[in-house]
C-alpha cells in the first residue's frame, strides 16, 4: 500500500478558507467513505478532526470540513485562525483492515 | 475521557528488539467497542499505521511491516504492548498509541520517541 499524496504547504491569511487535497488511488480513497484528517501541532499527539469523510469529532468546530470526489479528499479550513497553523494528514481505510496515510500538509496562517 | 500513556526503553541497538507498552485509563482495553492501534512518526517526517489489536485479541498489521511486528493485549493491566523485531536505523521515530476503530484513531497517547543506535 501506498501513501496518500498529500501537497506539502498550504497557507491563508486570517479569516480566509484554505483547502489541502488529499489523493489516493481506487483502492483506498476511492473505494471506502472512510477518509480521516488529523491535525498536528509541533511536538504533540495527532488530533482527529475529521473522520468518514466529512464528520466531526465533538469539540471540533464547524470551521472543519471534509469531502471527497472521485479518489481525492480534500479538508477545507473556514475562517483560518492564528491557531490552526499546523500540519495536516489524512488518512484511509485501504481494505483488509489496514490504514494508510498521507505525507502530511504543513499549514501556514499569514 | 480516556488516557493512553506509552513507555519503554528509549534506545534499542541495531538488530535488537523494540518493546513498547500501552497504559490504558478512563477505557478498557477489553472494550468490544474499540481498536487498540501503534502508529509511528520518524522525526520530521509523517505518520505510518503499524497495526492494531481489537475486542477479540485479533491483529491486523501494515503489510510492509508486517513480518517484523506483534502487538498483544494484557487485559489484566489494561494495556497492549508492540514488539519490532530486527531494528535498524529506519525505526528511529515517536511511537504512539491510540484508540479507535478500524478507519481512524479518536484519542492518542502523548508519544515515546525510540532512537535505533549501536
Known amino acids: 500500500q501506498s501513501a496518500l499524496t498529500q501537497p506539502p504547504s498550504a497557507s491563508g491569511s486570517p479569516g480566509q478558507s484554505v483547502t489541502i487535497s488529499c489523493t489516493g488511488t481506487?483502492?483506498?480513497?476511492?473505494?471506502?467513505?472512510?477518509v480521516s484528517w488529523y491535525q498536528q501541532h509541533p511536538g504533540k499527539a495527532p488530533k482527529l478532526m475529521i473522520y468518514e469523510v466529512s464528520k466531526r469529532p465533538s469539540g471540533v468546530p464547524d470551521r472543519f470540513s471534509g469531502s471527497k470526489s472521485g479518489n481525492a479528499a480534500s479538508l477545507t479550513v473556514s475562517g483560518l485562525q492564528a491557531e490552526d497553523e499546523a500540519d495536516y494528514y489524512c488518512?484511509?481505510?485501504?481494505?483488509?483492515?489496514?490504514?494508510?496515510f498521507g505525507g502530511g500538509t504543513k499549514l501556514a496562517v499569514l | 475521557q480516556v488516557q493512553l500513556q506509552e513507555s519503554g526503553p528509549g534506545l534499542v541497538k541495531p538488530s535488537e528488539t523494540l518493546s513498547l507498552t500501552c497504559t490504558v485509563s478512563g477505557g478498557s482495553v477489553s472494550s468490544g467497542t474499540y481498536y487498540w492501534s501503534w502508529i509511528r512518526q520518524p522525526p520530521g517526517k509523517g505518520l505510518e499505521w503499524i497495526g492494531f489489536i481489537y475486542h477479540s485479541g485479533s491483529t491486523n498489521y501494515n503489510p510492509s511491516l508486517k513480518s517484523r511486528v506483534t502487538i498483544s493485549g494484557d487485559t489484566s493491566k489494561n494495556q497492549f504492548s508492540l514488539k519490532l523485531t530486527s531494528v535498524t536505523a529506519a525505526d528511529t521515530a515517536v511511537y504512539y498509541c491510540?484508540?479507535?476503530?478500524?478507519?481512524?484513531?479518536?484519542?492518542w497517547g502523548q508519544g515515546v520517541l525510540v532512537t535505533v543506535s549501536s
Open positions: 488518512s484511509s481505510y485501504a481494505g483488509s483492515n489496514n490504514l494508510v
Open positions: 491510540a484508540r479507535g476503530n478500524w478507519n481512524h484513531c479518536d484519542s
Open positions: 481506487s483502492s483506498d480513497v476511492g473505494f471506502y467513505n472512510f
